[in-house]
């Protein structure tokens, strides 16, 4: 229920903002590789510009447990320069407990979600063609999240890192 809630209201935050808007969207696609959340740990991550200073994105990979997975909304300055300030917000996993058994050689783990929120730096090619970024994400753990790192020895980070290359 909680995923079906955040989905309809990423959809209602995309339609007003389009409607936001006067300039047609701009139909670019980026697709890159990258470490962090926004990428699902290590994976891939797909973006969409809705205009010249809003985009969407999703990712997937893999978290050092299991596959890991994130979408969300870019909000970038407007600027010519080839850096580009950006915030984002995002709804996915953001946090893994990694359990491992013994007998067995790779662990297993739970995935546990909730928003995510953050910003960083884009550094764009001159043709604006392909870009990398960096960014410091800020995780809202759940109650559940919240419960099970009481009964772990894990004590996770507050601030979390990205990075990728986009094309």
């Known amino acids: 229920m909680r995923t079906l809630t955040a989905l309809i209201m990423c959809i209602w935050i995309f339609g007003c903002t389009y409607a936001q808007d006067g300039s047609a969207a701009n139909s670019d696609f980026f697709f890159g590789a990258g470490l962090g959340l926004d990428h699902g740990g290590l994976g891939v991550r ?80 001159k043709e604006r063609t392909r870009f990398i970024h960096a960014g410091l994400l ?13 009964w772990s020895s894990a004590e996770p980070w507050p601030i979390l890192l990205s990075a990728g290359f986009h094309f």
């Open 46 to 125: 797909i973006d969409g510009k809705v205009t010249e200073t809003v985009g969407i994105f999703a990712g997937a990979g893999y978290n050092l447990a299991t596959v890991g997975w994130n979408a969300g909304l870019l909000y970038r300055q407007r600027t010519q320069s080839q850096r580009r300030p950006y915030v984002t917000a995002m709804y996915g996993y953001n946090m893994v407990i990694l359990t491992t058994n013994p007998g067995r050689q790779s662990g297993t783990g739970t995935n546990y979600y909730g928003p995510s929120f953050g910003g960083g730096v884009e550094f764009w090619s």
């Open 138 to 150: 800020f995780p809202v753990r759940s109650s559940d999240a919240l419960l099970a790192l009481r």
